[in-house]
């Protein structure tokens, strides 16, 4: 049997399950917001871990937890674009051209990606997985967004010295 059978996870558990989500999806934000170590000036990006862990721990449910995710996302989409344009106006023409690329490829993947997700979400049964689902996306989101800030990070302090 698969780690996610019907079987390894009986109906009487199914009430709970919402509850201890939000409580492990509350708590993983906040605690991967405060992984990396204390850097020198406060990172803007970490009020968005903030808001959506702040909001999950007020959700009423699974609707609830899914507009938290949403509203996450869309501030990590909003901050990615920011970043990108920031990045590009000080980057040189060729450097730029290459970012540009980059990001074409990274929206492609992310496209794939959000499919997969949503075919293997799909063959799960329960409304827990629609939860995971919108945290998994939020996360590749998120991840691109960070990755960009701290090579924008890093060319403004080696700009600096």
Known sequence: MGRWSRSACPRSRAPAAPALLALALATGVAVAAGL?????RADPRAAIDEQTAACLEQALGTA????????????????????????????????????ETSQR????????????LQA???LLDGSLYRVLHASDRLELVRARARALADLQRLLEEERTQ
């Open 36 to 40: 990396a170590p204390a850097p020198v």
């Open 64 to 99: 609830g937890m899914l507009a938290c995710l949403a509203e996450g996302a869309l501030a990590w989409e909003r901050d990615l674009e920011r970043t990108l344009s920031a990045l590009s106006r000080r980057l040189p023409p060729e450097e730029r051209a290459l970012l």
């Open 105 to 116: 490829h990274w929206q492609s993947w992310r496209e794939a990606q959000f499919r997969w």
């Open 120 to 122: 293997a979400y799909g």
